[in-house]
């Protein structure tokens, strides 16, 4: 098992910056990907960030390319994404996820709203 804590989200004006971190406990962070989701009121929970378990490779959904970083630290088991340059359309829940296959383990999510 994982457990997962999210932290970091809040109120921010458009093309401000957040930092969601996520802690994770149980099994061996280092062994598993890591990733961050959001989902939106009235819409889909989409994947915006994964990143694997060393850390040497990442993905981001086409419309955070260039604005967001994900990145962990091994060491502290814990993963951030990095949110710059947010736009009112990036207001959702975000919730970190681990993937230690074929499981996958979620925080409990945390509220980002980004006011125009």
């Known amino acids: 098992q994982v457990q997962l804590v999210e932290s970091g989200g809040g109120l921010v004006q458009a093309g401000g910056s957040l930092r969601l971190s996520c802690a994770a406990s149980?099994?061996?962070?280092?062994?598993?990907?890591m990733g961050w989701y959001r989902q939106a009121p009235g819409k889909e929970r989409e994947q915006v960030a994964g990143?694997?378990?060393?850390?040497?490779?990442?993905y981001y959904v086409d419309s955070v390319k260039g604005r967001f970083t994900i990145s962990r630290d091994n060491a502290k088991n814990t993963v951030h994404l990095q949110m710059n340059s947010l736009k009112p359309e990036d207001t959702a829940i975000y919730y970190c996820?681990?993937?230690?296959?074929?499981?996958?383990?979620w925080g409990q999510g945390t509220q980002v709203t980004v006011s125009s």
């Open positions: 996820n681990a993937a230690p296959s074929p499981f996958h383990y």
């Open positions: 149980g099994r061996t962070f280092s062994s598993y990907d």
């Open positions: 990143i694997s378990w060393s850390g040497g490779s990442t």
